[in-house]
């Protein structure tokens, strides 16, 4: 397929800021293409801790602003997905070798009022020796506090962005690499490397939203000298089986001054992370090393009464976060906020710098501002009262929505239920369609994983392995064992083959 024609923006990067973009620029009238080298979501946005909300260390770094910003967000994106995106309590046991008491309760008391809350409870002081999130904990920890954040499926969250921009237009093409950009009479002409072979493509704006790799692009793909750079700071996680059964998550000061989450994930796991290790290698090949595991198994098991031991990790993750550099000589210190840098010679070049999943609707609105002045166009910003694919839930209720679900499909396992309910939101249906049995959903591709899914997956969520499936459009992957992905694979073949 060919894809001719003037664009009105060229987006090189299908992660969180790219695909945010994307969407923005489509739902304004523009033209939109974008491009990804692998698959949406690939590197970075889906290797973060998963979580929508403001920062609570960045206030003892005194990044109010970026804090204020983050929180605002963390309140329009909560209803912007409610399927998705749902609220998170965080226990934090107080050490009183650390930060005193007094300090954490200002901190928590400012993170409550910085910005408008309407979704999330207040912060409190607990007493974990009465406390349900207590009893995990070391008895020596017998104060605390509780507060509120969000969480949400970050991988997924950059999908649903895709889908709206290419719902309203836009064209999305992944496994396509952006090779050179060169200038031609005040437009960019783009030459993409697909899987059937070079293309060009023409476009009156380019946004170089490539995360770790956006210096390179902008020095080796196009004409542009930017100003801006980024520090590549690396963070990993762990995954052992569930450490607790109730549902907060816990905040851990540890003796560095760094804070370590434990994270309720996929109901039968416990998610650890993360940590941040200056990187200078290829963000495509980063992986967690043993120095990390043992650290955070450290963090964990200084609080836990049952230590967490290297050997107990199923699943680990790392990322290249391409931080804004600001000169801060620790990486956990370094900024979060992001810088946006428009060129506009020999053509229109906007790149990105820095960010964070929280704020990713709030960069995409200022870069299509910016970049709508340019391009003549007067349509207003719009995504700050808008609802992804799947979130338009009855009253914005997702227990509602569950129950409602469980009458319409009463013979759906409860397992499945409640997994397409908080991935799919509303678009179950189109899953489900006129399915009823189980029998109906096809043949079961891999755990928990139908015929019907997948073929949505493949088609509507531009899912092409069975790495896509498993890893980034599901976390079916945790349930896989070696060699659990053949039969996937094959069904996989035998699409592409009938296709």
């Known amino acids: 397929m060919r894809y001719s024609g003037t664009y009105d923006l060229l987006v ?8 945010g973009i994307a969407r923005d620029a489509a739902g304004r009238g523009l033209s939109v293409l974008l491009c990804e080298q692998d698959d949406l979501a690939a590197h970075t946005s889906s290797a973060s801790t998963k979580l929508i909300h403001g920062g609570l260390r960045y206030l003892e770094q005194l990044q109010l602003s970026l804090v204020r910003k983050a929180l605002i967000e963390r309140e329009i994106l909560l209803g912007s997905a409610p399927h998705l995106m749902r609220p998170l309590r965080f226990v934090l046991p107080h050490d009183r070798h650390l930060r005193p008491a007094w300090l954490i309760g200002a901190g928590l ?30 008895p020596q920890y017998s104060r605390g506090f509780v507060y509120s954040d969000g969480w949400t499926d970050d991988a997924r969250l950059v999908v649903l962005n895709a889908m709206d921009a290419r719902e309203r237009g836009a064209v999305i093409l992944t496994r396509t690499r952006c090779e050179k950009l060169e200038a031609e009479r005040g437009r960019w002409i783009a030459t993409l490397a697909t ?23 902008a020095r080796e793909a196009s004409p542009v000298s930017i100003c801006h750079s980024v520090r590549l700071v690396k963070g990993s996680h762990i995954v052992v089986p569930r450490l607790y059964g109730h549902r907060f998550a816990y905040l851990l000061q540890n003796d560095d001054q760094r804070i370590v989450f434990a994270i309720p ?8 992370g993360t940590t ?13 090393d043993s120095t990390e595991v043992a650290y955070l198994c450290a963090a964990v098991s200084r609080y836990f009464k049952e230590p967490v031991r290297p050997e107990q990790v199923l699943w680990s993750f790392s990322g290249v976060r391409p931080l804004l550099d600001d000169a801060a000589k620790n990486p956990a210190s370094v900024t979060r906020d992001y810088a946006l840098e428009l060129d506009r010679h020999p053509g229109l070049l906007l790149s990105v710098f ?15 501002d910016l970049l709508a002045r340019e391009l003549g166009s007067p349509a207003a910003a719009w995504t700050a009262g808008a609802l992804l694919p799947g979130g338009d839930l009855p009253h914005g209720a997702y227990a509602r929505f569950l129950r409602t679900l469980e ?22 249906a189109q899953i489900l369609g006129d399915a009823r049995s189980v029998a109906d959903l096809g043949e079961e591709l ?13 088609r509507v969520e531009l899912a092409q392995t069975a790495e896509d499936i498993l890893w980034r459009r599901t976390r079916l992957g945790l349930h896989v064992g070696t060699g659990g992905a053949g039969r996937l694979q094959e069904w996989l073949a035998r699409r592409g083959s009938a296709a």
């Open 446 to 458: 891999a755990p928990h994983l139908h015929e019907r899914e997948a073929e949505y997956l493949c």
């Open 354 to 368: 820095g960010g964070k999943i929280t704020t990713y609707r709030k960069l995409a609105e200022s870069a299509v």
């Open 12 to 19: 090189v990067g299908g992660g969180i800021n790219g695909a």
């Open 265 to 272: 994930y996929e109901r039968e796991f416990t998610l650890i």
């Open 276 to 288: 941040d290790v200056e990187y200078t290698g290829d963000p495509a090949a980063v992986r967690i």
């Open 407 to 428: 009458r319409a499909y009463p013979w759906l396992p409860a397992q499945l239920r409640y997994r397409y309910a908080h991935a799919y939101g509303t678009r179950v």
């Open 195 to 217: 899987p059937s072979g070079p293309q060009t493509v023409a476009a009156r704006a380019v946004v170089n939203a490539t995360g770790p790799w956006v210096s390179r692009f």
């Open 109 to 138: 008391f400012i993170y409550d009022h910085l910005a408008r809350r309407r979704r999330l409870a207040g912060s409190a002081r607990i007493d974990l020796h009465r406390h349900v999130a207590g009893s995990a904990l070391k």
